[in-house]
């Protein structure tokens, strides 16, 4: 696998030294300084434990790339190490990159509860590998290797979430996953503050905690107070209903369908992620369906608007999802009419938010109402703002934090908050990818830094997309390119036939190099003259800084410019 | 000046019928579906009078793309008939598209305040135009052909700001311009409601007002709430303090001014257009400066960090801006030590939200600590949310509203609030740019809508980027290009020499195509062999369909292809 290394400036550190007998290493591949590929490596005694193995979405800068994965460089040499990869939950960002470890080494154990398992089950499906899945749930104990993990259950986004105490003769670990602290969560399931307590006083060494929310002030609100809210729109629709929200979030999905059954409207699934995730949920028994709820979406889109409500992807505003079409007036089976509610029982992921607000205005000006989470409150975080971290921090009380999941404002943010709990800035550890925290006689400290680069998942291949690609993909996604070939005949140094010019993407003029054609000519023919043999390479140069300087001056613009020249 | 149409592909309107004897008629040129390019121009017995002429700034999906202008192609034909332009205030969305206006015709009469028309008088010099302006102040009255134009102030996110009553024999237009309803403001220039409530007396026939902020509920919190927070930043920073905003908030800048003093820093202005703008407030008289508060930013690095404060640009995340390179550590003479304090005392204009993000992280990563909307109050908006809106639209008693400035979302959550006040749902015009409004006897009516485009302005040129160099940028952006070249002797029909192949921001691997190559030259051997003779058209056809089917099955990519036939 080809890696490519983006730099880092700083830090400054040099490469770590090697880890001392007895002590405890950790070190990011991912999700330190960014939200996504989460993947924490810890090492004791030889051995590898890895927590989460997520994608990172790109972003503009990465253009036409599908997915960024964690960089596995530093481990992949070392692959019959690893004696477990621990999932905490089954989000995109925390599982997605599973399949391409495990092309590394396909029998790795798969740790995680019984809804993470299934949904990763179902995804390396599709990449047709059968994993080795070692199943737990709150409150088990599981020895991997050498390190004895013990799952704590969180409350999350997403069913059957688990932090998980890492034991080691070194010390304790303790790795949050995502959480935050819904007193009222729909299914029960409370993120134990207790067990947090108790994995306190037999004292948390170092705590890697969920970092996303740590700028947001107080509480989240309960996941439950968006019921009524949906309730009071379903109330007021008198046409067709679109819920569209993330496939994974079965408790949002679930108040959609109890809203459904109290209003008599029937109930569709739409987009592939949505009908697989809510299969797996409802087979699992985490999604009740009342009998005779569901129909399919042909049978919806044949029923009288009033009675049904479609629940779809696209709520990040995915043009090819469902929704996107919708909004656009080209979904197959779908039109918006005027009189329509779409509501958007989602977060607004930062990146997403002109694609999202361009599905709301083409819902808009279909006649739709759009109802959002700035409009009304359809949607709640699954990350524990301040007010939450800062209880996390004084119940489990531990020697040293390490925030995590997070870009450099929400570690920053998340070391503040330590800092008010009484935390000694020494005790904070604010590391990015790649740096090497070390746990050695209970001291934790960062010792070093190795490299960590994007590697980039474009269509069927990873990692031959890298840095150089993308450069190339910014310029001429900005500029375009003009590609011009001479054909040279090397014996009597002549211009064979006319310079060709091929330009895509800088002008919708068709004659816009046709005078720097000219002059590109007349300097060739100059070069040609004053040398005495056919130089390729210096003939190009010329082509690239006469059509350069011409393209400045008249157009102040910077296209590719691809000189070639041909010897026949 | 050349236009792309983009399609409309709703409200399915025809071209306008010919404007009755007597009739006012209402068209914009921009800023209806969008923010940005707001343009009316309203027609009275064969004049034209222009409202606005700013600017859109482009999308990810106009990559590459400059400004992009209000679609003058509709009147470029009656530059003669046009009497006057009023600008409303002097934002770039309001009067960034005036120099290109003024190409058409340099004389058009441009009316507006005195702040106003100081910053479209700097913005021409730069393109050397020397306009013809006639200042006006809130109570005035100016005719402008047969369009008696009245003036009445508002309040807004810069200084100067004015809502302009067109009276006509056909009725009265009353254009908000740009307001929010801040009750304290710091200049004391209030929106002037009892001016509304006089012209409502004497009867709207249509008011166009600014939808922006439609759909968020309430009032404004006043512009004086920010000064007290920045002062609490004040008192905590130990460091160097670096405040971004917007180069016109005048007001803003002057919170921070009164800050700097209270606290004894000084304050030195970083930013071509920060310095300008300010120079033109302080001439003004609209900013007050305290004698020897400012500095030169070379005497400002050199003083310790705790007496100075830093005002930038670079508020919106532009990496070229100073703050951006502050962010990324490659400003020339500033640099960021940790422990410094930035404020982004600015709103966050959508789509800026990752470049925004990027340079807060860039500043916490070198231990800054950055204060923002996100986590403290340093900043309101410009825009009247709900509540004022209401309030408007019950002082003023328009018979018809037109909901402007503002994408669909916004334009229809005001067209929501205005049925709530009691407002039928025919008296409310939803139009989008291009859509023709008639006001004939007293009755506001769509009456049919003419095609409007996106006129990119890229580097020197305007217009010669449209649709489909976009198009093609976005591909090459995804996906990059491979082209090949092959060199053909006609008469023997044969391959001159092997086939070349250029490839840019496909893949990092060199040897990419090589297989195709190979795969190309035994087709186009095929091909060459088969015919009696050489159809570059065909062969052309050959390659690209080869390289496609080969690169598709082999990476599901989807580069430009590029084939080139040369015939020696």
Redesign the interface.
Known sequence: M?T?NSPQ??LDLKAPPPLPAGGLRVMALGGL?EIGRNMAVLEFDGQLLIIDCGVLFP??EQ??VDLILPDFGVIEHRMDDVVAVVLTHGHEDHIGAVPYLLRLRADIPLVGSRFTLALVKAKLREHRIDPVLVEVAAGDDHLAGGFHCEFVSVNHSIPDALAVAVHTPAGTLVHTGDFKMDQLPLDGVLTDLGAFARLGVAGIDLLLSDSTNA??PGFVTSERSIGPVLDSVFERASQRLIVSSFASHVHRIQQVLDCAVKHGRKVALVGRSMVRNMGVAQDLGLLRVAPGLMVKLDEATAMPPEQVVLVSTGSQGEPLSALGRMAR?DHHQVTIEAGDTIILASSLV??N??AV?KV???L???GA??VHK??ARVHVSGHAPAGELRTLLNVAKPRYLMPVHG???H???HA?LAEETGMGRDRILLA?DGVVVDLVDGRASIVGSVPIGNVYV????VG???????Q???I??????V?L?V?IEPSTRTI??PV?V?T??????PA?FTEAVALVEAELKRALAADDQVDAHRLSQVIRRTVGKWVSD????RP?I?P?V???
Request: proline residues 4%; without cysteine; hydrophobic residues 30%.
């Open positions: 080809t490519s400036p700083h300084g972003e503009a253009p036409g700028e947001v007036g930062p990146g938010e002109t607000y709301i205005n083409g808009a000006r279909l109402t759009v700035e409009t870009e450099w404002r570690l920053r943010a503040a990015e474009d269509g069927l291949n031959d997309v890298g840095e150089e690609s993308l190339a993909r910014r001429l996604g900005d500029e375009g390119f590609a070939t054909v064979v036939r060709h091929s895509r993407g800088f002008s919708d003029d816009a008249t157009y102040r613009r590719m691809i070639t041909l010897e026949v």
